[in-house]
């Protein structure tokens, strides 16, 4: 292998797997982005694709007539955002998250799940 | 580029792939991530860099002549919403007889503001003006001209995220496009002994989000993957619409089917090029792309507006 093409592997390589941060996304959620579940969550758990800042990352959850059904302030741990549930009668509940990644990009977002009967 | 280099750039993408994590960067209206595209450009100012642009096509002229371009544009945020990119490419034509032409196109700038960015219903809108620098390229090979063109053109972008939650999977949809107007500084060119036009320089794509899909829509638990990717379909098209004496206004350009894989700190895209006419070209060409997101990859530095840096951190806004 050439010198050029040694250094143009090593850049490449590098830039890909050792920079320190981006943009953090959702990776998966507990209830399952979309989905029904037949008993209703205690909490709800996002995962994220990089460390969060806990003083700027939050999370709401409603039911449908966009009333609170959180119990508030969410646990932000490394990638792991939690926040308690009051009890979920069925029906349909939006999460809406907006999380600041360690590097200060900010990200947002929303999902449902369902409760079945 | 040596073969050697394209070998390295595609085995470096690929070890890269398999380390990097599961993150998506760079153009974001709200909860919509809207890539770079290939043949037309995202409705954002960003730091970025395309390092290469690689396509191959077949020219309309008979018998057609196989062509080899190479581009590389790299795009710097001067303020939040102001950045300039610059752009350079290098053609090799080789005709039927053998004969092969190289050189490189005109120098170009593109000076670009963010009129709008519209978080809650993913629409994004962007001015532009190009210039391509007359007399910066290989004049004497026919790929760069001693005239310059400036082209004022209007970006936007368009995510379907806001429509009402019964729309399902149709959600994860989203378009952009460009119209520009391309305007030669010479309106004769003596040196072909013909009209330069003025012409209509537009685009769009229409491209549906696997990652908009999981994280916003339904996760099916589908392979990583296939999580990453972006099927889209992209049109460039150009009609000259004055100017133009002694020629057809025939409208050439091509429709790309392709799709873009999004990581952490890189996209990559491969398209297929097919032409909408004969004027257009011979046959079906392709054009793949390595895409890098600065900001992401340097963000305490070059990631960074020159003024008015924005990783001052934002407030929380519910």
């Given at each position: 292998?050439?010198?050029?093409?040694?250094?143009?592997t090593?850049?490449?390589?590098?830039?890909?797997?050792?920079?320190?941060?981006?943009?953090?996304?959702?990776?998966?959620?507990?209830?399952?982005?979309?989905?029904?579940?037949?008993?209703?969550p205690?909490?709800?758990?996002?995962?994220?694709?990089?460390?969060?800042?806990?003083?700027f990352?939050?999370?709401q959850?409603s039911?449908?007539?966009?009333?609170r059904?959180?119990?508030?302030?969410p646990?932000?741990?490394?990638?792991?955002?939690?926040?308690?549930?009051?009890?979920l009668?069925?029906?349909?509940?939006?999460?809406?998250?907006?999380?600041?990644?360690?590097?200060?990009?900010?990200?947002?977002?929303?999902?449902?799940?369902?409760v079945?009967? | 580029?040596?073969r050697?280099?394209?070998?390295?750039?595609?085995?470096?993408?690929?070890t890269?792939?398999?380390?990097?994590?599961?993150?998506?960067?760079?153009?974001?209206?709200?909860?919509?991530?809207?890539p770079?595209?290939?043949?037309?450009?995202d409705?954002?100012?960003?730091?970025?860099?395309s390092?290469?642009?690689?396509?191959?096509?077949k020219?309309?002229?008979?018998?057609?002549?196989?062509?080899?371009?190479?581009?590389?544009?790299?795009?710097?945020?001067?303020t939040?919403?102001?950045?300039?990119?610059?752009?350079?490419?290098?053609?090799?034509?080789?005709?039927?007889?053998?004969?092969?032409?190289?050189?490189?196109?005109?120098?170009?700038t593109?000076?670009?503001?963010q009129?709008?960015k519209?978080?809650?219903?993913?629409?994004?809108?962007?001015?532009?003006?190009?210039?391509?620098?007359?007399?910066?390229?290989?004049?004497?090979?026919g790929?760069?001209?001693?005239f310059?063109?400036?082209?004022p053109?209007?970006?936007?972008?368009?995510?379907?995220?806001?429509?009402?939650?019964?729309?399902?999977?149709f959600?994860?949809?989203?378009?952009?496009?460009?119209?520009g107007?391309q305007?030669?500084?010479?309106?004769?060119?003596f040196?072909?002994?013909?009209?330069?036009?003025?012409?209509?320089?537009?685009?769009?794509?229409l491209?549906?989000?696997?990652?908009?899909?999981?994280?916003?829509?339904?996760?099916?638990?589908?392979?990583?993957?296939?999580?990453?990717?972006?099927p889209?379909?992209?049109?460039?098209?150009?009609?000259?619409?004055?100017?133009?004496?002694?020629?057809?206004?025939?409208t050439?350009?091509?429709?790309?089917?392709g799709?873009?894989?999004?990581?952490s700190?890189?996209?990559?895209?491969?398209e297929?090029?097919?032409?909408?006419?004969?004027?257009?070209?011979?046959?079906?060409?392709?054009?793949?792309?390595?895409?890098?997101?600065?900001?992401?990859?340097?963000?305490?530095?070059?990631?960074?507006?020159?003024?008015?840096?924005?990783?001052?951190?934002?407030?929380?806004?519910?």
């Amino acid at each position: 292998m050439r010198i050029p093409t040694l250094v143009a592997t090593a850049l490449f390589t590098f830039i890909a797997i050792s920079a320190a941060n981006a943009h953090a996304f959702l990776d998966h959620a507990e209830p399952r982005v979309g989905s029904t579940t037949s008993t209703a969550p205690k909490e709800v758990v996002l995962f994220f694709s990089q460390n969060l800042e806990a003083a700027f990352s939050t999370v709401q959850v409603s039911d449908a007539s966009g009333a609170r059904v959180d119990q508030g302030k969410p646990k932000v741990s490394a990638t792991t955002m939690r926040v308690g549930l009051k009890p979920l009668p069925p029906g349909t509940y939006r999460v809406r998250w907006q999380v600041l990644s360690t590097d200060t990009h900010t990200t947002e977002g929303n999902f449902t799940f369902q409760v079945g009967p | 580029m040596s073969r050697h280099l394209l070998h390295t750039l595609a085995l470096a993408g690929f070890t890269a792939v398999a380390f990097t994590s599961d993150a998506f960067a760079h153009c974001f209206v709200g909860a919509r991530f809207l890539p770079a595209t290939l043949a037309t450009d995202d409705p954002c100012v960003a730091d970025e860099m395309s390092l290469p642009t690689v396509a191959w096509s077949k020219t309309a002229d008979v018998p057609p002549a196989s062509q080899l371009d190479l581009s590389f544009d790299f795009s710097k945020r001067i303020t939040e919403n102001f950045g300039v990119t610059i752009s350079q490419g290098w053609t090799s034509l080789r005709q039927a007889d053998g004969t092969l032409t190289q050189g490189f196109g005109n120098f170009e700038t593109t000076f670009q503001y963010q009129i709008l960015k519209d978080r809650e219903h993913e629409l994004a809108i962007l001015s532009g003006l190009i210039v391509d620098w007359g007399h910066t390229g290989s004049t004497g090979s026919g790929f760069a001209t001693d005239f310059s063109l400036v082209t004022p053109t209007l970006y936007f972008g368009k995510g379907f995220g806001d429509l009402p939650s019964s729309f399902g999977g149709f959600r994860a949809f989203a378009v952009t496009g460009q119209v520009g107007y391309q305007i030669p500084t010479s309106s004769f060119d003596f040196t072909q002994n013909a009209f330069i036009p003025q012409q209509l320089v537009y685009g769009a794509s229409l491209q549906y989000s696997m990652p908009y899909l999981k994280s916003e829509i339904i996760d099916l638990g589908l392979p990583d993957f296939i999580n990453h990717l972006i099927p889209i379909i992209e049109v460039s098209l150009t009609t000259p619409v004055s100017n133009n004496f002694g020629n057809p206004y025939t409208t050439t350009g091509t429709v790309n089917p392709g799709v873009i894989w999004v990581g952490s700190y890189f996209q990559v895209g491969l398209e297929a090029m097919v032409p909408i006419n004969r004027q257009s070209g011979t046959g079906v060409g392709v054009i793949g792309q390595l895409h890098l997101y600065l900001d992401d990859m340097f963000p305490s530095t070059i990631g960074q507006p020159l003024f008015g840096g924005t990783s001052s951190t934002r407030k929380l806004t519910f």
